[in-house]
């Protein structure tokens, strides 16, 4: 049974560039949401895909937007790259926005370095 | 004020000890409430979810009290490898399920 997979492992960009991030559920989920978190802090959310809508969203800029595809995977893309930008980005799947446990389970992140 | 709150350490503690975390949060709205652990540049991994009624898995126990927004974790007879951070996590279902965060409070036990 295949876990939540994440790609790239680690990425190292420049400022104002853009950045795709990819996500694939665990099997059985058919809900993504990404969080970033910073050295030192826990994971703050960013958004939550659902039915490849945005269901929820947390206090980020524009510059960060998401898709779901059909297979219930997802990508993260953040425009216009910040130095503050760099993070763990943390991508979690469940079954279902309000499924019963609300629980989540995290993929390994992927680590973005810009400079 | 955070929206949960958290101690950060780090404890630390002899293996074998008894150590207790607190967490407290701000949304009386709040549906779910779990404790994650994290290990040191690795993805956060559900520990266990809490209930009102408490819940118990091994070594490990967590309460919830709705009153008094408070969440604990105690850890009895402590491993070496129960060393991590430890993040307090609150779910609140707004038309999706999304997840806050404590900042985590660090572990640490030696010999």
């Known amino acids: 049974d295949a876990g939540v997979t994440q790609s790239p492992t680690h990425l190292i960009k420049t400022r104002g560039q853009q950045v795709t991030l990819r996500c694939s559920p665990k099997s059985g989920h058919d809900t993504v949401s990404w969080y970033q978190q910073a050295l030192g802090q826990g994971p703050q959310f960013i958004f939550q895909?659902?039915?490849?809508?945005?269901?929820q969203r947390g206090n980020f800029p524009d510059r960060f937007s998401g898709h779901q595809f059909p297979n219930y995977s997802s990508e993260l893309n953040v425009n216009a790259l910040l130095l503050g930008d760099s993070a763990l980005y943390l991508c979690a799947s469940s079954l279902g926005p309000s499924g019963s446990s609300y629980e989540q389970y995290f993929g390994p992140g992927t680590r973005l370095t810009v400079t | 004020r955070k929206e949960v709150e958290q101690d950060p350490g780090p404890f630390n503690v002899p293996e074998g000890a008894t150590v207790a975390f607190n967490c407290t949060y701000s949304?009386?709205?709040?549906?779910?409430f779990f404790w994650y652990r994290q290990d040191c540049r690795k993805e956060p991994k559900l520990l266990m979810s809490v209930y009102s009624s408490g819940n118990e898995d091994g070594r490990f126990t967590a309460q919830l009290n709705r009153a008094s927004q408070y969440i604990s974790l105690l850890i009895r007879d402590s491993k070496l490898s129960d060393s991590a951070t430890y993040l307090c996590?609150?779910?609140?279902?707004?038309?999706?399920?999304?997840?806050?965060f404590g900042t985590g409070t660090q572990l640490k036990v030696e010999l």
């Open positions: 895909y659902y039915e490849e809508e945005e269901r």
């Open positions: 949304n009386s709205a709040s549906q779910s």
């Open positions: 996590v609150v779910g609140f279902t707004g038309g999706g399920n999304k997840l806050t």
